[in-house]
């Protein structure tokens, strides 16, 4: 069982920067490939950025170049740099950690943090 919890989240202007953070408790996080998703208002959730437990990442267009997620194995935390953030960014953004073993999918999410971009 692995517990996921989001923070970081706020109001910032058009251009500016934010961090998001998950701090997870559990076992074997090394093992889960941790990833942020976003759920703009009154639209599907989407995938912003994974990274797999050997750091190799993978983004969303509509992020690369201005978002950077990173993992910390020891402290078993993730973070979103978020940088040149647009109104579009905004959106409830959730951490979530997936493990397969076997025929075994381990999936779990955190509650989410909003963040809004506007002036």
């Known amino acids: 069982q692995v517990r996921l919890v989001e923070s970081g989240g706020g109001l910032v202007q058009p251009g500016g920067s934010l961090r998001l953070s998950c701090a997870a408790s559990?076992?074997?996080?090394?093992?889960?490939?941790m990833g942020w998703y976003r759920q703009p208002p009154g639209k599907e959730r989407e995938l912003v950025a994974i990274?797999?437990?050997?750091?190799?990442?993978s983004y969303a267009d509509s992020v690369k170049g201005r978002f950077t997620i990173s993992r910390d194995n020891a402290k078993k935390m993730v973070s979103l740099q978020m940088n040149s953030l647009k109104p579009e960014d905004t959106a409830v953004y959730y951490c979530?950690?997936?493990?397969?073993?076997?025929?075994?999918?381990?999936?779990?999410w955190g509650q989410g943090t909003q963040v809004t971009v506007s002036s």
């Open positions: 990274i797999s437990g050997d750091r190799s990442t």
């Open positions: 979530n950690a997936v493990r397969v073993s076997g025929t075994t999918k381990y999936d779990f």
């Open positions: 559990g076992s074997m996080f090394s093992l889960y490939n």
